[in-house]
Nanobody
Framework: QVLVTESGGGLVQAGGSLRLSCAAS????????MGWFRQAPGKERTFVAA????????YYADSVKGRFTISRDNANNTVYLQMNSLKHEDTAIYYC??????????????????WGQGTQVTVSS
């Protein structure tokens, strides 16, 4: 069972940057693909970015490509999301989770149940 704790959110002006962190514990973190998701008010949670356990290239939603960068530190069981050139539409609660590819789409691992509280990102226009 993987437990996650997200941090690093805040209020930022459009065009600004934030770096989110996700501290994970439980299963062997260094062998788990990890990802970030976000949920805007009144909308479903959607995929943002993913990174494989072996530091393969990051995978991104089209809406954040070229602006966000996912990375990980296996020694410290942490995954990061560097967010640059933030837009108002990036406003959401951001969550991290173990991920897998199902039917060609990055999704939360089917065995994952313990969502963290997330971290709020608010971008003022």
């Amino acid at each position: 069972q993987v437990l996650v704790t997200e941090s690093g959110g805040g209020l930022v002006q459009a065009g600004g940057s934030l770096r989110l962190s996700c501290a994970a514990s439980g299963r062997t973190f260094s062998r788990i693909d990890m990802g970030w998701f976000r949920q805007a008010p009144g909308k479903e949670r959607t995929f943002v970015a993913a990174i494989r356990w072996n530091f393969d290239n990051g995978y991104y939603a089209d809406s954040v490509k070229g602006r966000f960068t996912i990375s990980r530190d296996n020694a410290n069981n942490t995954v990061y999301l560097q967010m640059n050139s933030l837009k108002h539409e990036d406003t959401a609660i951001y969550y991290c989770a173990p991920v897998n590819v199902y039917s060609g789409t990055w999704r939360p691992d089917r065995g994952f149940r313990s969502w963290g509280q997330g971290t709020q990102v608010t971008v003022s226009s």
